[in-house]
């Protein structure tokens, strides 16, 4: 019976220890433009070792550079970033999470160039893009198999910025959803906005509609590029491609106010800071952001009490790192080299924040986005 009864004990912890840190399919969405026509690929991730072990990938999608998850786990929505004479469009795929396999079901024009970001709402209703070259977002309703329908609204950014090389006309560079679902928010590189609408998301053509103010204006040349709100919904973080800093506000019920500006890095020459992607832990208490270039690192920051920054350091990383993301255990920072054609594996340090090489690499063609959804 004391047998019986350690055995059960073990068995329970092993649930619990799986219920605790359950395994994750790993989706990386890639630039297909360098001949590799594979587009999509999925892992399963190991949060308890770090690990990522090959499942699938789709074949025949272009430049699925970023990738959304329904909250059901049940669809996958990508961008097909083409530029030039192509049209951008999105992609919609059925998402087995027993297999770890996507379904194509349809794609739908954007009707704006290299559509760069995506999101879905929580009810899976709206899938939303920016379209960086089209200087526009997109807004498709979803049929009841996840599929997309024809855009239901396409909404125009005007202007243009100091720089004249980037700044020639907008480009949107990101859609985000604010943490009570009320609000959408758009860095506009192009023309140094951030741009603020009120989501109507049960509305059949106006989903989105201005905020008052429609945009906040931020400092000639600062490129806005990736925008992200803390866990607990008090504050957002503006990482600004061109002048390579971070700009903190405080926010309440669709109000930014900011708070502080400080370096993301000041590697090389200003017109090349490059940075790229910013994400916070789970617990909120350490922020990174991905700086290409001349610096080619990860920046990395201790959010303090009021969520404004401290510097805590770099990472070194692979060429051309466009993206990163932190598991949703917190242990992990995995950053995508574009230029080096593998994702690397850090450890987070829980105490203070730092990153160690955790001797991992997943070998994968021009990855750009990376996202997580449990497998089970």
């Given at each position: 019976?004391?047998?019986?009864?350690?055995?059960?004990?073990?068995?329970?912890?092993i649930?619990?220890?799986?219920?605790?840190?359950?395994?994750?399919?790993?989706?990386?969405?890639?630039?297909?433009?360098?001949?590799?026509?594979?587009?999509?690929?999925?892992?399963?991730?190991?949060?308890?070792?770090?690990?990522?072990?090959?499942?699938?990938?789709?074949t025949?999608?272009?430049?699925?550079?970023?990738?959304?998850?329904?909250?059901?786990?049940?669809?996958?929505?990508?961008?097909?970033?083409?530029?030039?004479?192509?049209?951008?469009?999105?992609?919609?795929?059925?998402?087995?999470?027993?297999?770890?396999?996507?379904?194509?079901?349809?794609?739908?024009?954007?009707?704006?160039?290299?559509?760069?970001?995506?999101?879905?709402?929580?009810?899976?209703?709206?899938?939303?893009?920016?379209?960086?070259?089209?200087?526009?977002i997109t807004?498709?309703?979803?049929?009841?198999?996840?599929?997309?329908?024809?855009?239901?609204?396409?909404?125009?950014?005007?202007?243009?910025?100091?720089?004249?090389?980037?700044?020639?006309?907008?480009?949107?560079?990101?859609?985000?959803?604010?943490?009570?679902?009320?609000?959408?928010?758009?860095?506009?590189?192009?023309?140094?906005?951030?741009?603020?609408?009120?989501?109507?998301?049960?509305?059949?053509?106006?989903?989105?509609?201005?905020?008052?103010?429609?945009?906040?204006?931020?400092?000639?040349?600062?490129?806005?590029?990736?925008?992200?709100?803390?866990?607990?919904g008090?504050?957002?973080?503006?990482?600004?491609?061109?002048?390579?800093?971070?700009?903190?506000?405080?926010?309440?019920?669709?109000?930014?106010?900011?708070?502080?500006?400080?370096?993301?890095?000041?590697?090389?020459?200003?017109?090349?800071?490059?940075?790229?992607?910013?994400?916070?832990?789970?617990?909120?208490?350490?922020?990174?952001?991905?700086n290409?270039?001349?610096?080619?690192?990860?920046?990395?920051?201790?959010?303090?009490?009021?969520?404004?920054?401290?510097?805590?350091?770099?990472?070194?990383?692979?060429?051309n790192?466009?993206?990163?993301?932190?598991?949703?255990?917190?242990?992990?920072?995995?950053a995508?080299?574009?230029?080096?054609?593998?994702?690397?594996?850090?450890?987070?340090?829980?105490?203070?924040?730092?990153?160690q090489?955790?001797?991992?690499?997943?070998?994968?063609?021009?990855p750009?986005?990376?996202?997580?959804?449990?497998?089970?």
């Amino acid at each position: 019976m004391k047998r019986i009864f350690v055995i059960c004990l073990s068995f329970l912890a092993i649930l619990a220890a799986k219920a605790q840190n359950p395994i994750y399919y790993l989706l990386v969405g890639t630039y297909t433009d360098g001949g590799a026509k594979d587009g999509i690929y999925i892992y399963r991730f190991n949060p308890n070792k770090g690990e990522a072990t090959f499942v699938s990938k789709t074949t025949g999608v272009e430049n699925p550079s970023w990738l959304c998850i329904s909250k059901d786990g049940k669809f996958v929505y990508a961008v097909n970033e083409n530029s030039g004479d192509t049209p951008g469009e999105v992609s919609a795929f059925a998402f087995d999470k027993k297999n770890g396999t996507l379904t194509f079901l349809n794609k739908q024009p954007t009707d704006g160039f290299a559509p760069c970001h995506i999101i879905v709402d929580a009810e899976g209703k709206n899938v939303i893009t920016a379209n960086y070259a089209g200087g526009n977002i997109t807004v498709f309703k979803t049929n009841a198999d996840g599929s997309l329908q024809p855009h239901a609204q396409l909404v125009g950014h005007e202007g243009y910025g100091v720089n004249v090389e980037r700044q020639e006309m907008p480009h949107p560079h990101a859609v985000v959803f604010s943490p009570d679902g009320k609000y959408v928010f758009s860095p506009d590189l192009g023309n140094d906005r951030l741009y603020q609408y009120k989501f109507n998301g049960g509305d059949a053509k106006d989903v989105l509609t201005e905020n008052d103010p429609p945009y906040l204006t931020i400092d000639d040349g600062f490129g806005p590029r990736h925008f992200i709100f803390s866990p607990d919904g008090k504050n957002a973080y503006l990482l600004n491609e061109l002048s390579g800093q971070i700009i903190v506000y405080s926010y309440d019920n669709g109000k930014l106010t900011p708070v502080q500006t400080i370096a993301s890095t000041n590697a090389g020459d200003k017109n090349d800071r490059g940075c790229a992607e910013i994400g916070i832990s789970p617990n909120g208490k350490f922020l990174y952001t991905s700086n290409r270039g001349a610096a080619n690192d990860i920046s990395l920051y201790k959010v303090q009490t009021d969520g404004t920054l401290l510097e805590n350091g770099h990472q070194a990383v692979g060429p051309n790192p466009r993206s990163f993301m932190i598991d949703p255990t917190g242990r992990f920072l995995l950053a995508a080299s574009q230029n080096g054609n593998n994702i690397q594996v850090f450890v987070i340090n829980k105490n203070y924040g730092l990153l160690q090489d955790a001797g991992t690499k997943i070998d994968v063609q021009k990855p750009v986005c990376l996202q997580m959804v449990p497998a089970n």
